[in-house]
């Protein structure tokens, strides 16, 4: 199951690629092999000359001291000494008069050999046929002798050649070390492409089966991760992180239709039952009842209303209304509006601006907005205490913070707040339908800012840092 | 009054119609752009109300050519949450007055109402009189049996607002709208509480109200 990718293997990007970093490796080896075996081939050359030059010297110094006849007698015995050697002796017209020239071919061969000399300053290189010479046993005579003839008196000429046994067996170890090294490297690379291809498409194969459970419906399932960090680990993580997003927006999706179901079931269960009354009602009675009925009906069409205003806010596509809003005179509406509410309750309600601030935005949904809070603020507030509206120009955008002396809100509840139809367990029965705050956060967040519950030391201090006038998203 | 109602979703329109009618007008209903622009060439429709979204010509477009023909009848413009939020646009098309769907039938006949009566009375007023109350918009004043009532800015607003729609039911969103131009429908109090300190000072000392809370949907200034 698990190999059942290998036969997609031979065509994965991984194995041709290995295959073509074999192609370049092996071009590359044998470039440097062909430099090393020339340098090689040069450096054995030029010590093989230098044996000969100082060879074809002593012996000179030989001849010259000891005279001819010593030297000839002489010569049959170096040959045997020196087994890769071979001596001889020539006059002017190339006539070999002694020396090992009898291994060669005939007479003529070697006349031959010596006539074209003087051109190459006496370096000559010829072939010896072994089977004629009187060493046959001897392997590393099957070669190429290189010699050079040098004149040593007059109508005298000595050629001393040596075979080139080492540079032809250099030759051979690099060729065959080449040859086997090339082969070697073929087999590795084959095999180690096909197994790193092997485990990444493994690894790619596990992704594509997770994501495959995932779509059929298992969002619980999360890549698997090694302790490596590679690019596949990294790969993954991202994955999961993602995944982690979708299932708890998804969550989020869920969690908001079953408050919407729970929250609208209970004033339409006390719709049906009131209707379901009505019916067996008195007619003085029926006024009243269906005076209720379509009070309670607006109250769901409201809270609709606002679903919709929040969804379509939270969407982002309500900023075709965005003008530069002079946020002072909005505060000052708004301290206006909602000073007799506050009165009523004997709450101080204070207005505080330090300077003129203007800020691209949509004015309705800002005072809208802000409503909510000063709203909320003097609602909870109880008789006598005091809520502060603030409007302070900062360096990075007006500050807009609403305060008050009222209960606050727990540290651990106070981002719940904003979600939908959350409502704190002391306020469940007072008037609203949670969503105020919904929309306070969605108009923030589509004026590119968020709102902050803070502690008030006693109450609550909402802060809401709405960005630079500047700057519009 | 002579209204047509220019709406493509015949649940709707059967609604809107049939509304209407019981409030005592004449309605007539077409479902698309270029049969409001026929009807809008024999100048016998006193109001329009248009649902933005049509099928054919849409409905700020219609709107624009009965502007752009000279035809100065009043026009409210339906439109369902949803769409691209386009007051303004509806607004600057031509359109009067703007409610958003869904809406409390209430709310759609009170406004068409205000509307009707703004376009009844484009004379300018310099006082208002209903049932006694007086008004002098020049001098600021209102008096209530000759006895000089002492208003703030803002309750002089409402009040003002009250008497243009006297014995007609205005809500607490077009008195939001009205008086600090701001739109949308508030869903508590706050109105309220302005209103009441306004009836503190109209109707306490006087044997008969005149601001009437009418339940669920707002206000009516009158005896009656």
Sequence with gaps: ?473 | MHILVVEDDSTMARHIVHGLTEAGHDVDHVSDGRDMLRAAADDSVDMFVVDRMLPGMDGLSAIQAVRAAGNETPVLILSALGDVDDRVHGLKAGGDDYLVKPFAFSELIARIEALARRAASREVNTSLQVDGLHMNLLARQVFREDIEIDLKPREFQLLEYLMRNAGHVVTRAMLLEAVWHYHFDPQTNVIDVHVSRLRQKIDKGFEQPLIHTVRGIGYVLGTS
């Design chain 1, 1 to 473: 199951m698990y190999w059942a990718h290998l036969r997609n293997v031979w065509r994965s990007t991984t194995f041709l690629l290995g295959l073509w970093f074999m192609v370049l490796f092996s071009a590359s080896v044998l470039i440097i092999g062909g430099f090393v075996y020339r340098q090689a081939m040069v450096f054995l050359e030029q010590e093989l000359r230098g044996t000969i030059d100082l060879e074809l010297n002593q012996s000179r110094q030989f001849y010259l001291e000891r005279g001819e006849e010593i030297f000839l007698a002489e010569i049959g015995g170096l040959a045997e000494l020196d087994p890769p050697g071979i001596y001889i002796i020539l006059d002017d017209a190339c006539q070999a008069l002694a020396g090992g020239y009898k291994r060669l071919d005939d007479d003529e061969s070697i006349q031959e050999i010596c006539t074209g000399a003087p051109e190459t300053d006496g370096w000559v290189r010829f072939e010896l046929d072994i089977q004629r010479g009187f060493r046959a046993q001897i392997p590393e005579w099957d070669d190429d002798v290189y010699a050079r003839i040098i004149p040593i008196a007059p109508n005298r000429q000595l050629l001393y050649g040596r075979m080139g046994g080492n540079i032809d067996s250099a030759r051979e170890v690099v060729r065959s070390a080449l040859n086997w090294g090339l082969a070697a490297m073929a087999v590795l690379a084959i095999l180690g492409s096909f197994l790193m291809a092997g485990r990444i498409a493994g690894r790619l194969e596990q992704v594509n089966r997770i994501s495959q459970e995932i779509r059929l419906g298992d969002l619980s399932r999360r890549m698997p991760q090694g302790q490596g960090g590679d690019e596949f680990d990294r790969l993954s993580g991202n994955l999961n992180r993602m995944l982690d997003q979708i299932q708890s927006l998804m969550e989020g999706v869920r969690s908001v239709s079953d408050a919407i179901a729970h929250d609208l079931r209970t004033p339409l269960a006390r719709l049906r039952t009131r209707l379901e009354r009505l019916r067996k009602a008195p007619p003085d009675e029926v006024k009243a009842g269906v005076e209720q009925s379509i009070a309670e009906t607006d109250r769901m069409l409201a809270t609709f209303n606002a679903l919709l205003s929040i969804a379509q806010l939270e969407a982002g596509s309500r900023r075709t209304d965005f003008a530069d809003v002079n946020m002072q005179a909005l505060m000052v509406d708004i301290a206006d509006l909602y000073e007799p509410v506050a009165s009523e309750k004997n709450i101080e309600l204070r207005l505080e601006h330090n300077a003129a601030v203007s800020l691209h935005g949509d004015r309705n949904l800002l005072f809208q907005a802000i409503c909510n809070l000063v709203d909320n603020a003097v609602k909870y507030t109880p008789e006598g205490g005091r809520v502060q509206i603030e409007l302070l120009r900062r360096s990075d955008g007006p500050r807009l913070v609403v305060s008050d002396s009222g209960p606050g809100i727990p540290p651990e509840e106070r981002e719940r707040v904003f979600e939908r139809f959350y409502r704190l367990d002391a306020h469940r029965e007072s008037a609203g339908n949670g969503l105020g705050l919904t929309l306070v956060a969605a108009v923030a967040k589509l004026h590119d800012s968020r709102v902050d519950m803070g502690d008030n030391e006693p109450g609550l201090r909402v802060v809401w840092d709405l960005p630079r006038s500047g700057s519009r998203a």
